[in-house]
């Protein structure tokens, strides 16, 4: 880290903020394995809370690689690195009184509690919800041919296959996709948001 930075603060409290914008931010963190139902749930939801008129975005891990950890690869430090930035971003957007939606596989402990910790650091929620679904029903969907290719050696490090995934331990919410859709997914996501305050009660009805 280098050594002549210092930290810039603004003219704007983080109640302040929240009080101009009428909403408290938060990291909803997605984890588990690929095709366990991640990108799906984070879409629907963000969907839904937009209708909510929550101010909202979702970070995939497919899209980041696109742009900002473009040049990170699948290993272990490559992993590592992408959680930790990803961390980071998420911290930033939930500063902003964001509900932020992180759908990763993100299948180390210690990179969630990285996240987790600086968090709670800067006195933001940090939400980890555990996608989960057996690797039979993963590699049964496997939308994008990616299981088969690791099966048959095309890939490197495939979480779940050659690399490991390491389950929560302590996750706020346990999705298990093999019997829950994506609709009380949202549904179980929209109500743990509401029961600790991050929304409002009166929003969670649709129109």
């Known amino acids: 880290m280098a050594s002549n930075i210092t930290f810039h603060e603004g003219t704007v409290s983080s109640d302040e903020r929240a009080q101009l914008i009428q909403q408290k931010g938060a990291t909803i963190w997605l984890t588990g394995l690929s095709a366990s139902g991640k990108s799906t749930i984070a879409c ?13 975005y979702r970070l995939d891990g497919d899209n980041v690689r696109f742009g900002l950890n473009k040049d990170l690869g699948f290993d272990e430090k490559s992993r590592n690195e992408n959680i930790r ?12 009184c964001c509900l932020t939606i992180t759908a990763f596989i993100s299948p180390y402990r210690v990179d969630r509690e990285f996240a987790r910790h600086i968090h709670e650091k800067a006195g933001l ?13 993963v590699e049964q969907r496997d939308p994008k041919g990616l299981y088969k290719k ?21 996750p706020e919410i346990h999705l298990n996709t093999a019997i829950t859709d994506v609709a ?10 509401v029961s600790h305050g991050y929304i409002p009660e009166t929003t969670t009805e649709t129109s």
Do not use: C, N, W
Not at 44 to 56: D, F, G, I, P
Not at 125 to 137: G, H, I, R, T
């Open 150 to 170: 690791a099966r048959a050696g095309e890939i490197k490090d495939f979480t779940g296959i050659s690399a490991p995934y390491e389950t929560p331990e302590t």
């Open 184 to 193: 009380e997914s949202v549904r179980i996501i929209t109500q743990y948001l």
């Open 85 to 96: 930035r990803i961390g980071e971003v998420s911290r930033l957007f939930a500063d902003s």
């Open 44 to 56: 629907a939801l963000e969907q839904h809370l937009l209708h909510l008129r929550k101010y909202t």
């Open 125 to 137: 929620p940090f939400v980890e919800v555990f996608v989960d679904a057996p690797l039979s029903v």
